[in-house]
């Protein structure tokens, strides 16, 4: 008489089943989630704390905030007729580099848009940019940031 250990195809058939419900139901309830838009919206908002930071800064320094800041939201920027620069006030005395908005600031190099690795006001390499974010001088003499999405701004007073 033979003695063989082991499952029966049965049982085979009800294990895997089992598995294969549990797989799914865990598919199902633990769905992954994009938290791509979440990195972005946090990114902004460091981005225009960090400017901010830096006009206080150059306040500090000089008493007032830099000239010329539209009465309008313009988008911060060195391309002609299109921004506002910041980069010859604040770079790199009170900011180190001038941060771009994740996914619609551009530099562009002799008119064709560039990969934002390098720092948009390099000035030597002939960059010129457009940040995403924008600014505007509010009539008591304060200073606005705001991004390109709706909610994400920053207020900064007069003194």
Known sequence: MRSERGFTLPELVAAIALMIILVAISVLWLRPVDLTAQNRSAQRQLHIAT????LVKYRAANQHFP??????????????EKGYDLCTALVPIYLKRMPLEPQIGVTYKNGSAQSPSGDPCDKQEGLTYLSGYYIKQNPDGGVELESSEAGEGLVLPEQ
């Open 51 to 54: 400017i901010a930071q830096a």
């Open 67 to 80: 000239e010329g800041i539209p009465k309008e939201f313009t988008e911060i920027g060195s391309v002609a």
